[in-house]
C-alpha cells in the first residue's frame, strides 16, 4: 500500500467593502477569499488599533473553514472620531491553519474611504437634512 498526501501552499485574498462617514456609525465588510487548492481551517480575523477610529462591533471574528474556490465574510461596525483624509489604513491579523494542520499568520491592510458628512450628503450617501423654520 502506497500513500501520497497531495498539499499546496494556502492562497488568500483580502477584500473590503464600504465606507466611513466622519461621526457616523459605519459599516465594513472584509472579505476572505480562499484561492488556494486546499482548505483553510480555524480561520479567525482580527482588528487592530487605530487612534481615532472606534470600532463598536467585536473586533474579533472566528469564521472556522473556508474551502477551496469559497469566501467567507464579516461585516464590523466603525464609528470615526476624527477626520483621516480621504483614506484610513485598516491592520487586519488573519491565522488560520492548513490542511496539514501547520499554523499561518497574515498580516494584512486594508483601505477603506472615509467622508466628511457633508460630503457624503452631496453625493447622495446620506440624506440632508431640511430644517424649516
Do not use: C, W
Not at 19 to 35: A, D, F, G, M, Y
Amino acid at each position: 500500500m502506497i500513500g501520497i498526501q497531495v498539499n499546496s501552499d494556502p492562497k488568500l485574498r483580502i477584500v473590503s467593502e464600504g465606507l466611513i462617514i466622519q461621526n457616523l456609525e459605519s459599516k465594513v465588510e472584509v472579505k476572505i477569499v480562499n484561492e488556494g487548492l486546499s482548505d483553510l481551517n480555524y480561520v479567525s480575523l482580527e482588528l487592530g488599533d487605530i487612534p481615532g477610529l472606534r470600532v463598536v462591533s467585536s473586533k474579533y471574528e472566528y469564521l472556522g473553514t473556508i474551502e477551496s474556490d469559497d469566501f467567507d465574510s464579516v461585516e464590523f461596525s466603525l464609528f470615526s472620531l476624527e477626520n483621516f483624509g480621504s483614506l484610513v489604513a485598516i491592520p487586519i491579523t488573519i491565522k488560520y491553519r492548513d490542511a496539514l494542520n501547520h499554523e499561518y499568520t497574515k498580516q494584512e491592510t486594508v483601505l477603506v474611504q472615509v467622508y466628511s458628512q457633508e460630503e457624503a450628503q452631496r453625493i447622495g450617501l446620506i440624506p440632508k437634512t431640511n430644517y424649516i423654520y
